[in-house]
């Protein structure tokens, strides 16, 4: 499983990946800003593959663009829906809480981060990304079926 972790505080992207590192999370990829995430998952290239990500963690507040910016954006893409994002804030925020569930957030991190929320929140998010993908499965298999028995 590839997890992005998108933060642009240096520091705060080495804590969480020594704490998933620790954890056995050994795919992890680091972006310092919403535009490196852009060029990792190949949005802004239609040539560019986009890239096997399994679970975002990204911060609410970066420089560039916003967390929430970042989030509506990469769920625009059809490809990248499936995609789980856990946005961290510094300041829980009621309003940019429900902002940021809206624009496709899936579940939301209080910094300071909790090491035992974290890893919570990162298992559940990829167990529901499994289901998702097994889901798509099902749904693809079943559709071959179908076309298989119309010919039969």
């Known amino acids: 499983m590839s997890l992005l972790i998108v933060d642009d505080i240096p520091s705060q992207r080495i804590l969480l990946k020594a704490i998933l590192n620790t954890n056995g ?3 992890i990829q680091l972006a310092a800003s919403a535009q490196d995430v852009f060029k990792q998952l190949g949005i802004d290239n239609p040539e560019q593959p986009l890239t096997n ?3 975002i963690i990204m ?3 970066m420089a560039d663009i916003n967390g929430i910016e970042a989030c509506h954006k990469i ?5 990248l829906q499936d995609i789980p994002i856990i946005i961290m804030t ?12 809206q ?8 910094k300071p981060i909790n090491k035992f929320e974290l890893l919570s929140r990162v298992q ?6 499994q289901e998702i993908d097994q889901r798509k499965q099902c749904k693809e298999e079943l559709k071959l079926l179908k076309e298989n028995l119309k010919t039969t």
């Not at 769920?75 to 490809?79: G, V, W």
């Not at 510094?90 to 569930?101: I, N, R, V």
């Not at 559940?124 to 990304?129: D, F, P, T």
Request: glycine share 4%; aromatic share 8%.
């Open 103 to 110: 624009a496709g957030a899936t579940d939301y991190l209080a």
């Open 90 to 101: 510094g300041t829980p925020d009621e309003e940019k809480l429900q902002q940021a569930y």
């Open 59 to 61: 911060d609410i507040n």
């Open 75 to 79: 769920k625009a893409i059809p490809q």
């Open 53 to 55: 990500i399994n679970l």
């Open 25 to 27: 999370y050994k795919d």
């Open 124 to 129: 559940s998010a990829l167990r529901l990304k």
